[in-house]
């Protein structure tokens, strides 16, 4: 199995930052894509970053040149760097992998989720 783990969370300011980990635990797997989203109150799951084992990400529009995802293979860990931060940031941010299991002579792929971490902007 595997375990992702989220840490960074919390209130913040309107206009401040906030960095964001997920880290990866669990041995015989590979992670290929991953990604943060984030659920406001009453609203849907939506994604805000993605990035691939090779690096190439993908933003939505409200992410764009304010939030940086990036990752480190070797630790098996994901990061979101949140700059300029809006009360329309607040959210539970969650970290998604997709990940390949090694078992005997065979492997299964699967989609895994964080426990979610509380980030909330307001003054």
């Known amino acids: 199995q595997v375990q992702l783990v989220e840490s960074g969370g919390g209130l913040v300011q309107p206009g401040r930052s906030l960095r964001l980990s997920c880290a990866g635990s669990?041995?015989?797997?590979?992670?290929?894509?991953m990604a943060w989203y984030r659920q406001a109150p009453g609203k849907q799951r939506e994604l805000v970053a993605q990035i691939t084992s090779g690096g190439s990400t993908n933003y939505a529009d409200s992410a764009k040149g304010r939030f940086t995802i990036s990752r480190d293979n070797a630790k098996n860990t994901v990061y979101l760097q949140m700059n300029s931060l809006t009360p329309e940031d607040t959210a539970v941010y969650y970290c998604?992998?997709?990940?390949?299991?090694?078992?005997?002579?065979?492997?299964?792929?699967?989609?895994?989720w964080g426990q979610g971490t509380q980030v909330t902007v307001s003054s």
């Open positions: 669990g041995s015989n797997f590979v992670i290929y894509t």
């Open positions: 998604y992998a997709d990940v390949r299991l090694m078992y005997g002579l065979g492997s299964r792929r699967g989609d895994y």
